[in-house]
């Protein structure tokens, strides 16, 4: 397999960033000796697991609607996966959600297949951790049907048990009195051993510190939060639940840390993605100039892309980014952002131009206070 090269790497780096990406690709002729995008003490600790530095976000993994899955894209996607399970990558994050129509929680059967069918090491595969979120449908109003729901994607997936159970989001924005059903559910599935840790998306700084509260008086440990965290997404609330993850120990997990593609340089302001994105897109690219800007720059010095630096960043700031991924150049791509670190300089360079940017990626409107 050779490398496809992004179109936001300046041809004086082709060389160097050849150089630097060629041990990752199953292609290579000493590919038995290739180096490891990450030492083993580089991985991180998540409760009681252990895991990469980065995940791969399966959002696209069967979602028509916004991201064009087709069932033709399977075999590609068979590929992604072994791409980044042969290079260290053992953290991927689903939904029982995901899918459009009658293709609903058709990214957890991808997932489980993809697993079962992997042909490298059984220690390897063993060592795949699934995060899967359950949704706040309105009919799931009791703890029990959040265990039943843990039941379905478990079978969907087929796997024992699953990594991480997650709420995908709260309901006190709407319906409190659904949320303490939520927060059984976590407690039911974790003790009933269906799932090894609990985690929660899109919840804000006061809720995260009342459900981690809750569950440690009942004996659970929550073990991570997923919110959405990137350069443009580095408003006060997000900086406050990073800062409260921290404290209390949890990993926290950033969702979308490409801005959907718009931290990727791939498009402009003329040019647009097809879709409902192109609609968003519209409204934020024009603001983005000063953090695209600089995100060129430190780019072509380090030989990288662009998608690459913006993950790092987030790396560097001490969460697990889970870039989403749909072809073999875009996992290609997403593993460059492993095995080095921006400097403290470049650091402070990106978060002063992300600041000045006029425009930021809108919150996920569940996410509560």
């Known amino acids: 397999m050779a490398m496809t090269l992004s179109n936001s790497v300046p041809s004086a780096c082709i060389i160097c960033l050849s150089a630097s990406n060629q041990f990752y690709l199953p292609s290579s002729p000493f590919k038995s000796l290739k180096p490891p995008l990450f030492w083993p003490w580089?991985?991180?600790?998540?409760?009681?697991?252990?895991?990469?530095?980065?995940?791969?976000?399966?959002?696209?993994?069967?979602?028509?609607?916004?991201?064009?899955?087709?069932?033709?894209?399977?075999?590609?996607?068979?590929?992604?996966?072994?791409?980044?399970?042969?290079n260290g990558i053992n953290l991927f994050d689903t939904a029982d959600s995901y899918g459009t129509g009658r293709l609903n929680g058709q990214s957890e059967k991808l997932l489980g297949k993809f697993i079962r069918e992997f042909q490298g090491e059984k220690r390897i595969r063993d060592e795949i951790v699934i995060a899967t979120k359950f949704a706040a449908y309105p009919w799931r109003l009791t703890s029990g049907q959040f265990v039943q729901a843990c039941?379905?994607?478990?079978?969907?997936?087929?796997?024992?048990?699953?990594?991480?159970?997650?709420?995908?989001w709260s309901t006190a924005n709407y319906a409190p009195p659904q949320e303490l059903a939520l927060w059984n559910g976590l407690v039911a599935m974790y003790e009933k051993g269906l799932v090894k840790a609990v985690g929660f998306s899109n919840y804000g700084p006061k809720q995260l510190v009342k459900i981690h509260d809750y569950l440690k008086a009942r004996g659970v440990p929550l073990c991570s939060a997923q919110v959405q965290f990137s350069l443009?997404?580095?408003?006060?609330?997000?900086?406050?639940?990073?800062?409260?993850?921290?404290?209390?120990?949890?990993?926290?997990?950033?969702?979308?840390?490409?801005?959907l593609g718009m931290l990727t340089g791939k498009y402009t302001p003329s040019?647009?993605?097809?879709?409902?994105?192109?609609?968003?897109?519209?409204?934020?690219?024009?603001?983005?100039?000063?953090?695209?800007?600089?995100?060129?720059?430190?780019?072509?010095?380090?030989?990288?892309?662009?998608?690459?630096?913006?993950?790092?960043?987030?790396?560097?700031?001490?969460?697990?980014?889970?870039?989403?991924?749909?072809?073999?150049?875009?996992?290609?791509?997403?593993?460059?952002?492993?095995?080095?670190?921006?400097?403290?300089?470049?650091?402070?360079?990106?978060?002063?131009?992300?600041?000045?940017?006029?425009?930021?990626?809108?919150?996920?409107?569940?996410?509560?206070?």
């Open 42 to 86: 580089q991985k991180v600790k998540m409760g009681p697991l252990t895991v990469s530095p980065m995940g791969f976000g399966t959002w696209a993994w069967g979602n028509q609607l916004l991201w064009g899955y087709q069932p033709s894209m399977d075999s590609q996607l068979q590929q992604v996966f072994n791409l980044a399970v042969e």
């Open 151 to 168: 039941r379905a994607s478990r079978d969907r997936m087929q796997i024992e048990q699953i990594g991480i159970g997650q709420l995908h």
């Open 232 to 259: 443009l997404s580095m408003g006060e609330d997000q900086m406050e639940i990073k800062n409260i993850c921290d404290c209390l120990e949890i990993r926290l997990i950033s969702y979308s840390p490409l801005g």
């Open 271 to 369: 040019r647009l993605p097809q879709g409902p994105r192109g609609l968003l897109f519209k409204q934020v690219l024009p603001g983005l100039k000063p953090l695209l800007v600089s995100l060129r720059e430190i780019a072509e010095k380090r030989c990288k892309t662009i998608p690459q630096v913006a993950i790092n960043w987030c790396i560097c700031k001490g969460t697990i980014p889970i870039p989403g991924v749909k072809t073999v150049k875009q996992a290609e791509e997403n593993l460059g952002a492993l095995g080095w670190r921006l400097s403290s300089n470049e650091l402070l360079q990106l978060d002063y131009a992300a600041q000045e940017s006029p425009r930021r990626m809108i919150q996920n409107i569940f996410q509560t206070k």
